[in-house]
């Protein structure tokens, strides 16, 4: 059938359930953004003009919360652990469920069996069963547990499974024999789906889809009290777990010169010893006192952890300025505990990178904390800016709702694998070298791969300087990388027209193919289409690297790709 937009919630609220503190929390979300996701339905519907949408049969299983994973996040929700996951999971369901589609929901395995039609007691069913979903949205933890409960359907049915993994999954990790014989290990990684299945909080690497969860939207009226409310001096430390304020009394200290500090630290009976005496601490919050408590501040300030969660964007939205450290070097995978068996070597530059990197100044200052003058100059400097309420478009409803509505349309990683390897196809690739340019694009009278997505005619194509990663040589052109094209320029055809003088060229298994080797000047294809990736460089190789356009505020989405 045709989905419809759903505008009213409490259907919803019954599928959530009960009873764990982490579905309290969600459904009470979920209710407080009710209004804001039946107008961003409203906006949505007119913006796509009657296109019609198939109504899919979801099931979402967040395996986190399921007490065989452990459950360790739903005990710790009043107790000031991690609420990001549980802010993200409580938006998809509303998203889901308002776009129209029909929706399962479940948080034990018992509950996962029964929809999965496994028969109970059958801990391994060797047997194929139809699956009653179009789409499964879980995590690591339900992957596993879908792997171990599904038999021979787990590799059946792996593509319809979409994977909400919050600091991504880099291809070299995903690829199980690459990542084992080139030592990607980690404690996650190796389940060889295509790499757009692991779904991320903020837009990482582009190797991934970027989900993302959803922040307050203000009208120009609120907007303007919240301007008028604001007390220039007020400031709130970013993290609800005392353990981030060990070592910071310098910057406590400093930043107690010119502004009142607040906390929303979590404590038992006593004030915790790390948060000094001249801070009022609020204890931890219900979210609308903590987004009250934003409204009234100048300033949001973080000292370092947690890493990349909602709340600056939540800051920002309600008018605060985000003041955070600079990482240098860099955090990662290979030398920060948190990072640590993760699936990526994404390098982190920030507390929270996103904030840099996509909204930047007058609202984020990201500054160098080892340097004192630096740090007190910046909130003498922030004292005295003005700045508004700010909510990048991907973070509203609307756009949530507008990028899952369109992974929901084009997204198929069940259909038959896109063109096949190099050697085997027809020598000439659809592409010109632009006119005057470096770069290669679609030519205007090649004819288009029909039902790619992103459209193929938005793609272009340069060959990035030696230890450049390719998604980094996009940015450099105000593009983004789009790992979906690589296909299409894995043929020695596509080095030609960019005139690059290949002596010889070969196909392997490597993640930074398809590439230029300088030594030895030769080109290099890519062998296996599950590690073509976005991310990673060596200054051995110049990369090719296929780029496209983005929506403004809408980076996963191309300009035509609604
Ligand atoms: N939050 C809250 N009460 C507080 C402080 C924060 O409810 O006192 C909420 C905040 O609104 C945000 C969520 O906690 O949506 C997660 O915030 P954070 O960025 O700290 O990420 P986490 O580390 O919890 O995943």
């Not at 690591?140 to 993994?165: A, E, N, P, T």
Request: aromatic share 12%; proline share 8%.
């Amino acid at each position: 059938g045709q989905a419809v937009f759903r505008s009213n919630l409490s259907h919803l609220l019954e599928l959530m359930g009960s009873g764990k503190e982490s579905l309290i929390f969600m459904k009470k979300r979920t209710k407080r953004f009710a209004i804001q996701w039946a107008l961003a339905a409203q906006r949505l519907e007119q913006k796509l003009g009657g296109v019609r949408r198939d109504q899919k049969q979801i099931l979402v299983h967040i395996g986190f919360l399921t007490e065989e994973s452990g459950d360790v996040f739903s005990p710790r929700v009043l107790k000031g652990g991690p609420l990001g996951e549980m802010v993200q999971w409580a938006d998809i369901l509303a998203a889901l469920y308002v776009l129209g589609h029909g929706l399962r929901i479940t948080v034990s395995l018992k509950e996962l069996q029964s929809n999965l039609g496994v028969p109970p007691g059958r801990g391994n069913c060797p047997l194929t069963m139809p699956l009653p979903f179009d789409l499964i949205y879980t995590d690591y933890h339900g992957l596993q547990q879908m792997k171990q409960h599904m038999g021979l359907s787990f590799r059946k049915y792996r593509c319809r499974i979409r994977v909400i993994d919050t600091f991504g999954t880099e291809p070299a990790y995903n690829h199980e024999e690459y990542a084992t014989l080139h030592g990607y290990r980690t404690n996650w990684g190796y389940w060889n789906l295509n790499p757009k299945q692991f779904m991320t909080m903020f837009p990482h690497t582009p190797d991934n889809s970027f989900m993302g969860f959803v922040s307050e939207e203000l009208n120009e009226t609120e907007k303007q009290l919240i301007k008028d409310g604001k007390a220039s001096n007020m400031a709130v430390v970013y993290g609800k777990e005392a353990s981030i304020w060990k070592g910071k009394e310098k910057f406590l200290s400093i930043l107690n010169k010119y502004m009142e500090i607040h906390g929303t630290v979590y404590y038992e009976s006593q004030r915790p010893p790390e948060v000094p005496a001249f801070v009022k601490n609020h204890g931890l919050l219900p979210q609308p006192e903590f987004q009250q408590l934003l409204r009234k501040a100048k300033l949001f300030i973080g000292f370092g952890f947690p890493y990349e969660g909602p709340a600056p964007l939540e800051a920002i939205a309600n008018g605060c300025v985000f003041l955070q450290s600079r990482f240098s070097p860099p955090h990662s995978s290979l030398n920060h505990e948190f990072f640590r068996g993760k699936p990526t070597s994404r390098e982190v530059f920030s507390q929270h990178p996103y904030a840099e990197n996509f909204i930047g100044k007058p609202h984020v200052w990201t500054v160098d904390y080892n340097n004192s003058e630096e740090f007190e100059a910046a909130i003498q400097a922030i004292m005295t800016t003005q700045v508004d309420p700010y909510l990048p478009y991907e973070y509203t409803c609307e756009g949530m709702l507008e990028r899952i509505h369109a992974y929901i349309q084009h997204q198929d990683f069940c259909a038959a694998p896109g063109p096949a390897p190099p050697g085997a196809r027809a020598p000439q690739s659809p592409f010109i070298l632009a006119p005057n340019t470096t770069h290669l694009e679609w030519a205007h009278n090649a004819s288009l791969a029909p039902g790619a997505w992103p459209p193929a005619y938005s793609l272009r194509a340069w060959l990035a300087a030696a230890g450049r990663a390719c998604t980094d040589a996009c940015l450099d052109h105000g593009l983004i990388c789009e790992p979906s094209f690589f296909p299409f320029l894995n043929s020695q055809d596509a080095f030609q027209k960019l005139q690059v003088p290949c002596d010889g060229i070969e196909s392997e298994m490597n993640h930074l193919y398809p590439a230029f080797a300088q030594p030895g000047q030769e080109c290099f294809l890519q062998k296996e289409p599950l590690l073509f990736s976005c991310a990673g460089s060596s200054t051995k190789y110049r990369r090719l690297c296929p780029c496209r356009d983005f929506r403004k505020g809408q980076v996963a989405l191309c300009q035509d790709c609604l």
